[in-house]
């Protein structure tokens, strides 16, 4: 069972910066692809950005582009997402996801394996 455990949110300022991690174990992650998802609460689950396994390839919702990279060492397991210029509206719960598969996908229906999340407040 592959476990996902997020860390790096917290409280920042509009126009700062965060970097969140995402530390798999249980499984091979050399192979999956991996994705963050947001969530504030009333709201559906967001895409935010995903990475193939090789870390070659990497998509981005609009809401983020040029602002959020998103980015993989396999040595350390782990999948990294920094956050630059964030925004009021980038308040949300961040939760990291795995895919048992190379191909890359953005659905949310797609991720068979799910972080907690962690928090992640920008005030204005």
């Known amino acids: 069972q592959v476990q996902l455990v997020e860390s790096g949110g917290g409280l920042v300022q509009a126009g700062g910066s965060l970097r969140l991690s995402c530390a798999a174990s249980?499984?091979?992650?050399?192979?999956?692809?991996m994705g963050w998802f947001r969530q504030v609460p009333g709201k559906e689950r967001e895409f935010v950005a995903v990475i193939n396994w090789r870390g070659g390839t990497t998509y981005y919702a609009d809401s983020v582009k040029g602002r959020f990279t998103i980015s993989r060492d396999n040595a350390k397991n782990t999948v990294y997402l920094q956050m630059n210029s964030l925004k009021p509206e980038d308040t949300a719960v961040y939760c990291c996801?795995?895919?048992?598969?190379?191909?890359?996908?953005?659905?949310?229906?797609?991720?068979?394996?799910w972080g907690q999340g962690t928090q992640v407040t920008v005030s204005s």
């Open positions: 249980g499984g091979t992650f050399s192979v999956y692809t």
């Open positions: 996801a795995a895919r048992r598969s190379i191909a890359v996908a953005t659905g949310e229906s797609e991720f068979n394996y």
